[in-house]
């Protein structure tokens, strides 16, 4: 094997780290077993040489990108079918993969399969009854069918209640009716819909005996199985280029009084017999199940991509020098400017608490589905409300940081070579798609103000919102991290608490219950956040402590301090709150400024050997700045090089139109 040269500064960097990063990463994989486990898939996918692109994907046209994206994601499929261990169980294999970043290599914008992969086939098994799940489950997961999950249209999002696309039972041929009755009835987004997918879970209004029985899922062929044309009744498209996703194929897709048998409706949950009788489920939101396990999903992802931004930009910090600190030494290593640590330190905290905090939410998400397979459904509005706080604040936290990765770059993290400005076109979305951040904190709202009530009948308060009913007084500011979260449970508290009482004055003064929420709906949304955060940092707090115990002293250290700047970070950033909210002083934040600026520098020497913890590949990176062994200006310009426009010295468009007009001729 060549011997790879790395840069000085990143060597030594790496020869300051005081703990063992091996350990850090079998830590993230949890477990030893696991990460060589990871290492054999990265081996193996990345041995395949056709899964890489000659040519960078910036410089492909749309139908190229597409084209390309296809060719790898067919090659991609099967390399991983190869890999995979038929006996895990799908939750076995959910969880294992969880650390699994391998796509990253092959897609620098996503693959035109994300939706049969992670909506398509779960919608499948979260909503057909077993005889649909048998045949559909089986076709789909051989990939003898492609399919997608098309909710969304031209004129609903959010308000599913709103959608316009109806599903008319006609018992006399036992079928349903699609049926988009205007334009803004069209499905649009729905990845892999334009010219991927050839089924797709449809969630349309059925109505059958004349009543409107609510959303519910079927299962739709849209396209010939042989020839791929849309079948009759069905009309397709792309939606056109996007700020990322570019390779998702999302589409659009109207229907014309098209037909599809009974059986196609999928009734796991409600159904349909012959004579058109409808029997609902035991929960009309249980149809909403996919969008809950995706957002489980997201938070995951989120950690993930924003390991990649980070591990970027702090190499990349370790290898550019810039300006002077001192008139007398050379140019600093810019990661020694205590702003820039400040920027980027965070961003390492926040990959490792939302990694963390997806784990937990997955193990939660697993005990609760089983719950409802087994008919409870208890934890069900718990498990909603946290799937969406987290999913919110994920999304933007991963945004925020992601973008700071690509700033605190400089000019070069403006580069598609840099791979920032992909990761954040990979993140940013993730605010809007499944569920607007808005719209889902104002669910967690509704929650809280729900569980408000509960306490104050003197109810038990579900597990994460039990905090709300503590009514002892914050006394004394301690500064620990412990005490810090209690602080941040008071905010969440306090905030209720006002905007409930705000929500119940605007009844008062005379508006109706819709009106008097969306009048405090600033401070209900502001409430949902809080609540949020403290769950966030206390779960890191506590999944760090738990699982972290075993670990050698030195990695145990960087860990702590770790959850301890993320503690800070938001006391900080949330003074105004705390100030309204717990006993902080003037003195106390003094204190916690200055120990969030010696936590910066005893994290300085451990940052490079913290984002190798995360142990992504170059080829994952897919980044000039980013590479293990620091040759940052060599990749750039080997990149520069690669712009078609570097292959001929003299463009024509200088012959056509650039020499007569500065000669006066044009
Ligand atoms: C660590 C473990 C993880 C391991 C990971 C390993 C991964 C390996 C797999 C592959 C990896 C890839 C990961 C990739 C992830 C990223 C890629 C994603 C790709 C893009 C996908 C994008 C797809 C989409 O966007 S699909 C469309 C999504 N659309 C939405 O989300 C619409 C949002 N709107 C709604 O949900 C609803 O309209 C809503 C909730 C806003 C309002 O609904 P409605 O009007 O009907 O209800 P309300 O009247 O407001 O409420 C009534 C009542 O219902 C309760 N409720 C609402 N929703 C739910 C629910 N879902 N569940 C339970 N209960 C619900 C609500 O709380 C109310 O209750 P009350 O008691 O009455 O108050
Ligand atoms: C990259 C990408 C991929 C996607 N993939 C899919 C897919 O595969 N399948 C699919 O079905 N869909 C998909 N979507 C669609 C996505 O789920 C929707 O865009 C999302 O649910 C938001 O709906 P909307 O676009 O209608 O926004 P809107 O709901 O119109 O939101 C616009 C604004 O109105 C505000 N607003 C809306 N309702 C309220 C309210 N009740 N209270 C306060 N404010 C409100 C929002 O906060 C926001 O500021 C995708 C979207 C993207 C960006």
């Not at 092959?106 to 045949?135: C, W």
């Not at 940013?428 to 569980?451: C, D, I, M, Y």
């Amino acid at each position: 094997m060549a011997k790879i040269t790395v840069n000085k500064d990143l060597a030594s960097e790496r020869a300051k780290c005081e703990f063992n990063v091996e350990e850090l990463t079998n830590y993230l994989d949890g477990g030893r077993e696991n990460t060589a486990r990871r290492r054999r898939m990265e081996d193996k996918v990345l041995s395949v040489k056709e899964l890489r692109d000659e040519i960078p994907e910036e410089y492909l046209s749309h139908k190229e990108k597409y084209e390309n994206a296809i060719r790898k994601a067919v090659l991609f499929y099967k390399v991983q079918k190869s890999l995979d261990d038929p006996n895990q169980s799908d939750h076995e294999r959910i969880r294992n993969s969880y650390r699994s970043t391998i796509t990253s290599a092959i897609f620098k914008d996503n693959s035109p399969l994300t939706l049969h992969i992670v909506m398509f086939i779960p919608a499948i098994i979260g909503q057909g009854n077993d005889e649909q799940r048998e045949y559909w489950l089986k076709r789909a997961k051989n990939m003898e069918i492609i399919g997608t999950y098309a909710q969304t249209e031209l004129g609903h999002g959010t308000f599913l209640r709103g959608l316009e696309t109806t599903a008319t039972y006609d018992p006399a041929t036992e079928e349903f009716v699609l049926h988009s009755p205007t334009l803004t009835a069209y499905k649009w987004w729905p990845g892999g819909l334009a010219h991927t997918a050839n089924y797709c879970v449809v969630m349309a209004i059925l109505y059958t005996k004349s009543k409107n029985c609510g959303i519910q899922p079927f299962i739709v062929q849209i396209r010939d199985e042989e020839t791929h044309m849309p079948l009759p009744g069905i009309k397709l498209g792309e939606i056109g280029a996007k700020l990322g996703y570019n390779t998702v194929n999302n589409g659009f897709l109207g229907f014309d009084n098209h037909r599809i048998p009974r059986d196609r409706m999928l009734m796991r949950n409600a159904q349909v017999s012959k004579d058109g009788t409808f029997t609902a489920g035991a929960n009309s939101k249980l149809t909403y199940g996919t969008m809950v396990y995706v957002r489980v999903l997201i938070v995951n992802n989120m950690a993930n991509l924003l390991a990649k931004a980070v591990t970027i930009a702090i190499r990349y910090s370790a290898v550019r020098r810039q300006s002077k600190l001192k008139p007398e030494d050379p140019e600093p290593q810019i990661l020694d400017y205590v702003t820039q640590q400040h920027k980027l330190f965070i961003g390492i905290a926040t990959s490792h608490a939302y990694s963390r905090t997806a784990l937990w939410l997955w193990d939660h998400y697993a005990k609760v589905t089983s719950e409802l397979n087994a008919g409870k459904l208890d934890n069900l509005p718990e498990l909603h409300s946290l799937a969406c706080c987290l999913k919110v604040l994920s999304s933007v936290d991963a945004a925020v940081f992601v973008e700071r990765s690509r700033l605190a770059c400089g000019g070069h993290g403006y580069m598609l070579s840099s791979n920032l400005p992909q990761t954040y076109g990979l993140v940013t979305p993730a605010s809007t798609f499944e569920g607007e951040n808005t719209v889902l904190l104002l669910q967690v709202a509704r929650s809280l103000v729900k569980a408000w009530q509960q306490m104050l009948n003197g109810r038990q308060l579900a597990p994460s919102m039990a905090y709300l009913a503590d009514q002892k007084q914050l006394d004394r500011w301690d500064g620990s991290v412990n005490g810090i979260i209690r602080a941040f449970q008071k905010v969440a508290r306090g905030k209720l608490a006002f905007s409930v009482a705000n929500f119940e004055k605007y009844q008062k003064m005379g508006l109706s219950r819709e009106d008097a929420w969306n009048k405090a709906s600033v401070q209900l949304t502001a409430a949902a956040e809080s609540h949020g955060r403290a769950i966030v940092v206390q779960v890191f707090k506590t999944e760090t402590d738990r699982i972290a115990s075993s670990l050698s002293p030195p990695l145990r250290k960087a860990l702590d301090q770790l959850v301890e700047l993320f503690t800070l970070y938001w006391a900080l950033e949330r003074l105004g709150d705390l100030l309204l909210y717990s006993p902080l002083s003037e003195v106390d934040v003094r204190d916690m400024q200055a120990r969030y600026e010696e936590l910066l520098e005893k994290i300085r020497p451990n940052a490079v050997g913290l984002v190798d913890g995360f142990d992504i590949r170059d080829e994952i990176l897919n980044s000039a700045l980013g590479a293990y062994d620091g040759r940052v200006y060599e990749r750039l310009m080997e990149e520069a090089l690669k712009s078609p426009l570097n292959a001929e010295p003299v463009n024509s468009s200088f012959h056509k139109y650039l020499k007569p007009f500065m000669q006066g001729k044009l």
